[in-house]
């Protein structure tokens, strides 16, 4: 029969400390993780709002200024141009691939692209693609027709969700 040593006794109980410390940091870790997805994905769904708005105002001071036959031209325009600020983390043209956190304009396809920082709560729903993007264009651009003035919107290109 073993004895109980205060010294085994101590150790024990130092043992159980650290484990609930150990416990009680996975929890704290994880929920602040949620937190800041919530909060990445807040702040992208308020960026593309703002540019929405921006598009918005552009659109119908185009139209008071008796310059709508200059509306379709805003299709595939960069909707960053219409914010008061830059979004934190706007890198102008895409140079290269993008750093999570980046928002650029890709001169090529027109979108303007973010690259999420945490990606646990987002599915992307095509294989292979890692960025978020959306482009300026009209509501008929889908299927291909012309674009009626005050018709135009900032849409996805990127199938995602967050859960």
């Not at 008071?64 to 200059?70: D, K, V, Y």
């Not at 043209?93 to 928002?103: L, M, Y």
């Not at 960025?131 to 018709?151: A, C, F, N």
Request: hydrophobic share 40%; glycine share 8%.
């Amino acid at each position: 029969m073993s004895e109980v040593t205060p010294l085994t006794r101590s150790l024990f109980q130092v043992s159980v400390v650290i484990a609930v410390i150990a416990l009680l940091a996975t929890v704290l870790l994880n929920s602040l993780n949620y937190v800041q997805e919530k909060a990445e994905r807040t702040m992208v769904e308020t960026t593309v709002l703002n540019m929405e708005k921006g598009l918005e105002i552009e659109v119908r001071t185009r139209e008071i200024r008796g310059q709508t036959a200059s509306i379709p031209d805003l299709v595939g325009a960069n909707p960053v141009s219409w914010l008061a600020s830059p979004p934190e983390g706007y890198a102008g043209i895409c140079k290269r691939a993008g750093v999570p956190g980046e928002w650029c304009f890709d001169e090529a396809t027109r979108e303007i692209v973010y690259r999420p920082r945490l990606e646990a709560s987002l599915e992307l729903r095509e294989a292979g693609k890692r960025d978020l993007r959306w482009r300026v264009g009209s509501t008929q651009d889908k299927e291909g027709g012309s674009t009626p003035v005050g018709r135009i919107r900032v849409f996805s290109t990127t199938s995602f969700v967050w859960h």
